[in-house]
């Protein structure tokens, strides 16, 4: 019943930017804190961004500090992630992340992200 869906990954050149959005549905959306983590081929998966459920608080990994900002629309129940100054280093898969009450934890399907020259 619970989805959640990212777009907006692809391919870009160092230097360049993307913007990642995760859609919800499902859930009670205001209810839940949101992360974006990724993971790169080979590696762990990472925490890259945080949100609180109202959007008041925000953390960020220190590799993306400066370069990525994560937000939030409760309205629309949609998290973004925009992605500035993207590294080769930043190619990953990027998942979407929902964190509620309880045991309630849900995960999206991965979008990936390629930079690349």
């Not at 913007?19 to 209810?31: I, K, P, V, W």
């Not at 500035?84 to 998942?95: F, G, H, I």
């Amino acid at each position: 019943q619970v989805q959640l869906v990212e777009s907006g990954g692809g391919l870009v050149q160092p230097g360049g930017s993307l913007r990642l959005s995760c859609a919800a549905s499902g859930l009670t959306f205001s209810s839940y804190a949101m992360k974006w983590y990724r993971q790169a081929a080979g590696k762990e998966r990472e925490l890259v961004a945080a949100i609180s459920s109202t959007g008041g608080s925000t953390n960020y990994a220190d590799s993306v500090k400066g370069r990525f900002t994560i937000s939030r629309d409760n309205a629309k129940n949609t998290v973004d992630l925009q992605m500035n100054s993207l590294k080769p280093e930043d190619t990953a898969v990027y998942y979407c992340y929902a964190r509620g009450p309880l045991t309630r934890v849900y995960w999206g399907q991965g979008t990936q992200v390629t930079v690349s020259s």
